[in-house]
């Protein structure tokens, strides 16, 4: 080997840990896992300058199977532990990732705000619009006539939230949505994801092959926008209101201000550690 060779450029696979995923097979939560590491090594960032926090739920475990730092937190706080991750080292390429019900139940009010806030964080729903990991209840992303779940056998009655549209409204300044059936398409969304400053939301439709098997149809119906990413929230709004939820793409990016925490009081992460020290 000649030492003075450049490193091999990194690879999908380096950015994959040694955890063999214990998701059922068809799981959508793969093609996810395949799109952030091949977007990792496009991007060609180190390990080390990069971070996946998640929640709680079948998806949330991605953060296990990467290479790079993780934290498979507790259950709708993966925002709130990558805000803090963020506000500490803004050097970092922080990714954030888990269910429908992870960020949009018992975390959707970290969501909205997370949207409004903008820090540069980049944040993966994926939405297979139930609860896999507590064995299939409706979820915020769940159709009101859904009537599989054991819980709610005559269907929930509740309208579902539309993701992009709930970011948009918060404030977020780049939404789109990607497909575990394209994951190249998806791979190619988080990337510019990753480059966009500011808060990135990405639903990523994932299937659950084992509580919601008609999902394996969704290949039939998902399709690219036919329209170019908008700058402007009201065509942007019109346009996911008009969608039917199967449209993948970038729906809406702006240059909104980046929340940097301590602007302008930067007391350093030195005397914030002292105020904890026993
Ligand atoms: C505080 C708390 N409440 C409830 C649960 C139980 N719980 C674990 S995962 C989950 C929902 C998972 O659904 P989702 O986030 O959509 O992820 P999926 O499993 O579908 O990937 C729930 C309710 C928990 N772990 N912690
Ligand atoms: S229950 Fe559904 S979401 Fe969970 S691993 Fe199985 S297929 Fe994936």
């Given amino acids: 080997m000649d030492p003075s060779a450049k490193p091999a450029a ?8 040694a955890l063999k995923p214990i998701w059922c097979p068809g799981c959508g939560d793969f093609a996810v896992l395949n799109a952030v590491t091949k977007a990792l090594a496009f991007m060609g960032l180190p390990r080390e300058d990069v971070a996946l926090i998640s929640g709680i739920g079948c998806s949330s475990r991605i953060a296990a199977y990467t290479s790079v730092y993780g934290f498979h937190g ?5 925002l709130a532990l990558a805000s803090g991750l963020k506000a500490a080292r803004p050097d970092l390429t922080v990714l954030v990732a888990g269910g429908d019900g ?3 139940s018992i975390g959707g009010n970290h969501f909205i705000h997370a949207c409004r806030r903008n820090m540069d964080l980049t944040y993966i729903i994926m939405d297979n619009e139930v609860y896999g990991m507590t064995k299939g209840q409706a979820s915020p992303t769940t159709a009101p006539d859904w009537t599989s779940s054991k819980l709610t056998p005559q269907g929930s009655g509740i309208r579902p939230f539309r993701p992009a549209g709930l970011a948009l409204t918060a404030g977020a300044s780049f939404i789109a949505r990607g497909f575990t059936g394209d994951p190249n398409g998806l791979a190619k969304i988080l990337v510019a994801a990753m480059q966009h400053k500011g808060f990135s939301f990405v639903q990523a439709l994932s299937p659950c092959p084992t509580f919601r098997p008609e999902q394996m149809q969704w290949k039939h119906h998902v399709r690219a926008f036919e329209c170019e990413t908008s700058s402007d929230p009201v065509e942007a709004a019109q346009r996911i209101q008009a969608d039917d939820g199967m449209s993948t793409g970038i729906i809406f990016r702006n240059e909104y201000p980046v929340f940097r925490p301590g602007t302008g009081v930067d007391r350093g992460m030195g005397s914030i550690e002292s105020e904890f020290a026993i």
């Fill in 10 to 17: 990194p690879t999908p696979k380096d950015f994959k840990s």
């Fill in 74 to 78: 507790v259950h709708g706080r993966a």
């Fill in 102 to 104: 992870d960020g949009l």
